[in-house]
């Protein structure tokens, strides 16, 4: 991996500057949905992003998660600057560096829940005794060991979230990046996924981004950032109050749509 950290000398994990994208939809027609988003997400932090529907959420996610390109601006991960880095050495950092967590769970079907948490590291290069190992552990950390063999749509919804956070964890990734991942599930199913993200915060250290529609799940995290039309238009800095425990009160944020 190329370190090409000219003109930023922070030690953030993540650091985006100015980061516009565009979507050009035919010749003449481009639809700008991020406009110049700056950024700074520090090691260990457990950060959620909210916002109305299209605002761009989903968009930014990617970007963070390099599965997409921003249009312009800068981006640092871990000092490295993605711009400067190849396509295949991306995939690399994505596979390592990078678990992914989506509403849709995004497992493979027809495949065994220990065989999706083995993929990444397979792509990884891992050796299969070592693969399946790790699996096991890992579906045991999210008490999933007594479903390894069941493929996804033997699962129920909650289970199969468990088994996609599972497998975000194959490769020990320093980021958590969950889209959504409460968004499919009934709220005790999802309280018991958000426990998940807590564990591997404190546990583990794991730097986390959430975006959640859930007011109450984003107040448990550090930081809340709220998105409206492609721009952050507020940051506010927890400790808003404990995980698992009901809000004092309900002010605790401002009355915006969260
Ligand atoms: N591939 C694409 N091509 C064109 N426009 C897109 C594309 N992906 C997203 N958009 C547009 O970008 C805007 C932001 O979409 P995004 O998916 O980031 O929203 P979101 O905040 O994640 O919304 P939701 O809460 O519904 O998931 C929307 O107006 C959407 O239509
Ligand atoms: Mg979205």
Same mark, same amino acid.
């Given at each position: 991996?190329?370190?090409?950290?000219?003109?930023?000398?922070?030690?953030?994990?993540?650091?985006?500057?100015? @980061?516009?994208?565009?979507?050009?939809? %035919?010749?003449?027609?481009?639809?700008?949905?991020?406009?110049?988003?700056?950024?700074?997400?520090?090691?260990?932090?457990?950060?959620?992003?909210?916002?109305?529907?299209?605002?761009?959420?989903?968009? #930014? $996610?990617?970007?963070? %998660?390099?599965?997409?390109?921003?249009?312009?601006?800068?981006?640092? +991960? !871990?000092?490295?600057?993605?711009?400067?880095?190849?396509?295949?050495?991306?995939?690399?950092?994505?596979? *390592?560096? @990078?678990?992914?967590?989506?509403?849709?769970?995004?497992?493979?079907?027809?495949?065994?829940?220990?065989?999706?948490? !083995?993929?990444? $590291?397979?792509?990884?290069?891992?050796?299969?005794?070592?693969?399946?190992?790790?699996? $096991?552990?890992? #579906?045991?950390?999210?008490?999933?060991?007594?479903?390894?063999?069941?493929?996804?749509?033997?699962?129920?919804?909650?289970?199969?979230?468990?088994?996609?956070?599972?497998?975000? $964890?194959?490769?020990?990734?320093?980021?958590?990046?969950?889209? !959504?991942?409460?968004?499919?599930?009934?709220? *005790?199913?999802?309280?018991?996924? +958000?426990?998940?993200?807590?564990?591997?915060?404190?546990?583990? %250290?794991?730097?986390?981004?959430?975006?959640?529609?859930?007011?109450?799940?984003?107040?448990?995290?550090? *930081?809340?950032?709220?998105?409206?039309?492609?721009?952050?238009?507020?940051?506010?800095?927890?400790?808003?109050?404990?995980?698992?425990?009901?809000?004092?009160?309900? !002010?605790?944020?401002?009355?915006?749509?969260?």
């Amino acid at each position: 991996m190329r370190n090409d950290n000219a003109g930023w000398t922070g030690n953030s994990i993540i650091h985006l500057e100015g @980061i516009t994208k565009s979507f050009y939809l %035919g010749t003449d027609h481009e639809l700008e949905v991020l406009h110049g988003i700056g950024l700074e997400v520090n090691d260990g932090e457990f950060v959620s992003i909210v916002g109305e529907s299209g605002s761009g959420k989903s968009t #930014l $996610m990617n970007i963070i %998660g390099l599965l997409d390109h921003a249009t312009s601006g800068r981006y640092f +991960m !871990e000092g490295v600057d993605i711009s400067a880095v190849r396509e295949s050495a991306l995939c690399t950092i994505r596979n *390592r560096q @990078i678990g992914f967590v989506f509403q849709t769970y995004n497992l493979i079907p027809r495949t065994s829940a220990q065989k999706n948490v !083995e993929m990444p $590291m397979l792509y990884a290069g891992v050796r299969p005794q070592e693969r399946a190992e790790r699996a $096991m552990a890992l #579906l045991q950390m999210v008490g999933m060991e007594d479903r390894a063999k069941h493929n996804p749509d033997e699962l129920s919804g909650g289970q199969r979230q468990r088994v996609a956070i599972a497998r975000a $964890m194959a490769n020990d990734p320093a980021i958590i990046l969950a889209d !959504e991942p409460t968004g499919a599930l009934d709220s *005790r199913t999802g309280r018991s996924v +958000m426990d998940l993200f807590h564990r591997l915060h404190e546990e583990e %250290g794991k730097t986390i981004i959430l975006i959640t529609h859930s007011k109450p799940l984003a107040e448990e995290t550090d *930081r809340i950032l709220t998105l409206i039309d492609g721009r952050i238009t507020r940051e506010q800095q927890g400790p808003f109050r404990a995980h698992g425990v009901p809000a004092p009160d309900s !002010e605790t944020l401002d009355s915006d749509p969260v």
